[in-house]
């Protein structure tokens, strides 16, 4: 079975920086993306970044300057680098990828379970 086990949460303060990973594990075949999702209490899910396999990367507004996605294809691992960090990016971090599991098999979006990210003084 494919999973996705996100990791590198936790606690900093404003202007301080932590590195998410994500590793993709299981019957994988192809990835043809990987990124990160959020979501802080009583609102939505939003996409932080996005990195299509051999493509462009692509972050929300919010993150563009602060935030960095990087993959190592290789260990089929997703990274997200946060500097800067301010208490509006405290929120639960989801990974996901899109997969497939093997040849002949549909491929679909997978999800981690998330990982807490809280900024406060």
């Known amino acids: 079975q494919v999973q996705l086990m996100e990791s590198g949460g936790g606690l900093q303060q404003p202007g301080g920086s932590l590195r998410l990973s994500c590793a993709a594990s299981?019957?994988?075949?192809?990835?043809?993306?990987m990124g990160w999702y959020r979501q802080a209490p009583g609102k939505q899910r939003e996409l932080v970044a996005n990195n299509p396999t051999g493509g462009t990367a692509n972050y929300a507004d919010f993150v563009k300057g602060r935030f960095t996605i990087s993959r190592d294809n290789a260990e089929n691992t997703v990274y997200l680098q946060m500097n800067s960090l301010k208490p509006e990016d405290t929120a639960v971090y989801y990974c996901c990828a899109f997969i497939t599991p093997a040849v002949g098999v549909a491929g679909s979006w997978y999800w981690g379970r998330g990982t807490q990210v809280t900024v406060s003084s």
């Open positions: 299981g019957s994988i075949f192809r990835i043809a993306a």
